[in-house]
């Protein structure tokens, strides 16, 4: 039989002490950060977990200041680290050998973006393009459509800034008419409970398409990037091809945001910006999706 002599034996007794004793501190420590958690949570309501969350993503995802708290992602952006390592890497790349990224690498990264962003918004590979930004794509589409004399172009008191400058200059060239579409804000009692009636905003859009026959284009916010109001588009689009206009969809802000599957909205073009909310692209990138001919 085999013996231990004293000094192996106190050597495995202080093993398994301190083996016990990281358990029990591990355990310890487990529940006092579960009792603080709890603590937070009954006094500052279920979303202070929320917020812990989104600090932590802050600080291990994003390069932004710790002293900035960071609530307009709608202009710019904020793409995570991996987004922008992955961007430094590619650019590494083409500066090593600028002939061989243009000329053999560039457009397979390109049609493999384009395949991820059609998965990822629902719509066929085919039928999107990447453009600048999602107002030149607007732009690009604006100036595409034959606009004749008397045609109509519907938008928004909501529409964004410089799509309605484009609008406006669109029309004074093709001697068209501009409308626009007065949206009231949903009002919210002192618990925040929004009342707001999605059948209003459809039946004001049938109102005023039926007593304008001439709009040709109507361009909807998918969520507008002043009020940030989250609009009915694939019954609005319903509504607008049932008077025959196309319907061009400002999507900046729906990306990351809202689910998407443009395949079956129905809408005749489609613009998204990627850099707002997807995590998924660097900012100088939004996409056109198209499902009918340009006219």
Avoid at 119 to 129: E, H, M, R, S, T
Avoid at 150 to 169: F, K, S
Avoid at 232 to 259: M, W
Wanted: charged share 20%; with cysteine.
């Amino acid at each position: 039989m085999e013996t231990m002599d004293t000094d192996s034996l106190k050597g495995s007794r202080t093993r398994r002490f301190l083996q016990l004793g990281t358990f029990v501190v591990f355990v310890w420590w487990a529940a006092v950060i579960k009792s603080v958690s709890a603590v937070f949570t009954f006094i500052f309501g279920a979303d202070y977990r929320l917020a812990m969350f989104g600090k932590n993503i802050k600080k291990n995802l994003f390069l932004l200041d710790d002293s900035i708290v960071m609530t307009n992602n709608g202009s710019y952006g904020t793409p995570p680290k991996k987004v922008k390592e992955t961007q430094w890497k590619y650019q590494e790349e083409m500066e090593r050998c600028p002939d061989i990224w243009f000329r053999y690498k560039v457009q397979n990264l390109w049609n493999s973006s384009l395949e991820t962003v059609a998965k990822f918004v629902g719509a066929n590979v085919k039928d999107l393009v990447f453009v600048a930004n999602a107002t030149s794509g607007i732009n690009t589409v604006l100036h595409s459509v034959d606009f004749q004399e008397g045609d109509g172009i519907l938008i928004t008191n909501q529409t964004y800034g410089a799509v309605q400058m484009t609008a406006q200059e669109i029309c004074q060239e093709k001697k068209a008419k501009l409308l626009v579409l007065n949206v009231t804000f949903p009002t919210s009692d002192m618990t925040g409970s929004v009342k707001y009636q999605v059948t209003e905003i459809v039946e004001h859009y049938e109102k005023v398409l039926q007593e304008n026959k001439n709009v040709k284009l109507v361009i909807i916010d998918a969520i507008t990037s002043i009020s940030a109001l989250k609009l009915p588009i694939k019954k609005l689009s319903e509504v607008c091809h049932k008077h025959n206009a196309l319907v061009l969809i400002d999507g900046a802000h729906a990306p990351g945001q809202i689910p998407l599957d443009l395949e079956r909205l129905g809408a005749d073009f489609f613009l998204g910006k990627l850099a707002l909310y997807t995590l998924i692209s660097s900012r100088k990138r939004g996409f056109l999706a198209h499902f009918f001919k340009i006219v």
